[in-house]
């Protein structure tokens, strides 16, 4: 099955992230299939850059987005309403 999830890249303590399409069996930091964008959480507001076609194309090919990576999506307006616990 495919994901949609957060690659971790950047020096200790100065987290960055590229949001990949992967296997869920693939390590955190494994080959991803696609990498479909990036989020940088230190600058303030957060830096996030989504290419929301490719969302859209993995999402109708059976793909699914991690916890985190739904939050990112839903704050960009690429995903309809999910509810999450506070």
């Known amino acids: ?26 390590p955190r930091d494994g080959r991803p299939v696609e990498e479909i964008g990036h989020y940088n959480p230190l600058p303030n507001p957060s830096e996030i850059v989504i290419d929301g076609d490719r969302v859209s194309y993995w999402i109708g090919e059976g793909a699914q987005p991690s916890d985190a990576v739904t939050r990112i999506l839903v704050a960009q307006g690429l995903l309809q309403g999910e509810t999450f616990p506070a």
């Open 1 to 26: 099955m495919l994901r949609i999830r957060l690659k971790r890249i950047g020096k200790k303590k100065q987290p960055a992230y590229r949001i990949v399409v992967a296997d869920s069996r693939a």
